[in-house]
Structures are given as C-alpha cells and as structure tokens.
C-alpha cells in the first residue's frame, strides 16, 4: 500500500487493474486502517477518474455474493447518498411506488453514512428481514414487485473498510461504489448522484455497459430530483437540464423534503407518505422520481402518464401493499 499512497501522493493516477488490485487487497484484510483511511482521503481531494471507478466496480462485483434475478426486468433505485441534505427516504420511497405500478425493482442500499437515516436502516426499523437468499428475493419480487438487496450481505469485501468509513463519517469513493455494484446487475437503473463530476463519470463509465440507465443530479446539490432546483438528467442518448417548471410542479423550499433527525422519526415521515397523508410537496417529489423510473423502463412514456401512473399506486395504497408484503 505505501508504494500506492506515494504513487497518488504524487499526483499520479491508478489503472483500472491497479484499483482493482487495492480493493482486492482490502478486501483480503491485507492493509491496517490509517493506510485505508489515506487511500480513501485521496479520492476526497481530487476527482476519481473513469479507469479507477471501473477497477473498484469490477472488483467488488467479482467479489460480491451474486444472486441471479435475470428471469425479471428490474431497476435498481439506489442513490449514493452523501449529499449531507437530510431529506426523507426519497428513493426508497420511490422503488415502493415502481413496484406498486407492477413494475420489478431490486434495490440495493445501505445503513446511512452521512444523514439520519439510510434504506437499510427504514425497511430495518420496518420489520423487513435482510437477506440474500436468492429463492426469497424471488419470491419476494414475484409477491411484492420488491427485493431488498442490503449491500453487505452481499459484499463481503467491504467489512474491511466499514469501521474506518463510519469513524471518517464523510462521503468517500464508496459512496459512489454503492449503485454501481448491485449483486443482481439489474437491466435498469435510475441513479442520483452528489455533484455534478460524478455524475458525469458514470455517464462515461456507464456508456460503455448495456444498462438501460438514468443518471440524476440536483443542481444544488442533491442527489435526486429534489424539485428544489432544476436537475441534470444523463442518459445513453442525451444530457438534459430539467426544471420543475418544464414539469409542471411548482418549485420546492429545502425545508419541506426535511427528513427527520433520527431514524425513528424519518420512519414516521415515510409511513406517513406511504400511506397517502404526505404534503403536497413530499408527494410531488416521490412521485416525480417515480415518473422517471417508469420513463428508463420505457423511453417513450410521457412524463405526464408516467407521473399518473405513480400518483394512482401511491394514493391508491399499491405501494403500501408492496411493503406490507415484503415485511411479512
């Protein structure tokens, strides 16, 4: 590890079978944790490049507990977090209302690093049982539309790096690690990223896949459409600036997507959401984001019908009976 840390010390850059090599050596438990803690510092000090985020991918997939849902057409909803904005369970809240549209989602999430309350920690706290047995989480997607994909049961490589993130407590390249190793390799994806140089790196990085993909970046700072500003909108075909106004909904104070300070009460406010009593604003925003999952699965639905769609499983409680079935 040290010939590595000089090297980026240095100012040099990683192949892609370098990074790949680090994170297979992590993941052996071959380093201690200050030589963990400055190889993640490096990567908060200047942009990962698309040949390293390449070798950590292609590293923790290989790595990874795989589970082959390949017989459904899934996406993955899963953002990577780190935008230090505390909102409520967006995109979690999101994959309920797809899979309330009879649509399959796998998702793939985490306990938070950074705000109150992660995807793990909600459908934890909800009574879900994580788990990676592949006959379950088909069942599971054939019942509910729905599977959970708690990330370290399936990437046992990360338990090595798992102390030193939480005591760091900041966004490192893990973060963006997160959606981009999805165990099950949905066909879709819809992905929220915290700036605006990683999202246009999975953009690269992600031409070069066959996912059918979106990759979503609130220009002040969140990482989903958040309605409180226009988003940028990357996918295989174009990069596109959207506004709420080109929506049709009305633009949103930060204040109103608020998420709660613990994980308690980020529970109440997505119980709450779910079971068709959310504001206006905490509705618009699940339910836009629900409308562009709809529109990666299908690239000629008209935002309108595909909002629609999502209004009628959220108020007509479809997204609640995913859930429901899910925890049962």
Do not use: W
Not at 81 to 90: A, M, P, Q
Not at 144 to 167: S, Y
Not at 176 to 187: A, D, H, I, R
Not at 276 to 285: I, L, P, R, Y
């Amino acid at each position: 590890m040290k010939n590595i840390l000089n090297k980026l010390f240095e100012h040099q850059k990683l192949s892609q079978a370098e990074a790949k090599q680090v994170l297979v050596d992590i993941a052996a438990e071959k380093y201690n944790a200050a030589h963990m803690a400055a190889f993640m510092t490096v990567f908060m000090m200047r942009p990962i490049t698309v040949a390293e985020l390449a070798g950590f991918r292609e590293a923790l997939l290989e790595l990874a507990v795989r589970v082959d849902l390949s017989d459904f057409n899934t996406i993955d909803l899963c953002g990577t977090g780190g935008d230090g904005k505390n909102t409520f369970n967006i995109s979690t809240l999101t994959s309920f209302i797809v899979a309330g549209t009879g649509n399959k989602v796998a998702k793939h999430g985490n306990y938070s690093v950074s705000s109150a309350s992660g995807s793990s920690n909600m459908l934890e706290f909800l009574g879900y049982k994580f788990t990676n047995d592949e006959s379950v989480l088909k069942r599971q997607l054939e019942k509910a539309n729905i599977c959970f994909l708690h990330a370290p049961l399936f990437h046992p490589a990360m338990k090595a790096v798992g102390p030193v993130r939480r005591e760091l407590g900041l966004k490192t390249f893990f973060n963006m690690l997160g959606p981009l190793v999805n165990p099950s390799q949905p066909q879709n994806q819809l992905v929220g990223v915290f700036n605006l140089e990683v999202a246009r790196t999975y953009n690269y990085m992600l031409q070069e896949t066959d996912l059918n993909y979106g990759v979503l970046y609130a220009l002040d700072g969140y990482d989903e459409i958040s309605l409180t500003s226009p988003f940028k909108l990357f996918t295989k075909e174009a990069e596109k600036t959207i506004s709420p106004k080109d929506l049709g909904l009305k633009k949103l104070k930060q204040s109103e997507i608020f998420g709660g300070n613990s994980v308690p009460e980020a529970a109440e406010i997505f119980k709450n959401i779910l079971e068709g009593n959310g504001t206006e604003a905490q509705n618009n925003v699940v339910l836009a984001n629900a409308a562009f999952a709809l529109k990666t699965f299908d690239k000629k639905l008209d935002f309108e019908i595909a909002f629609e769609q999502a209004k009628d499983s959220l108020l007509g409680l479809k997204a609640k009976k995913s859930l429901e079935l899910i925890v049962e």
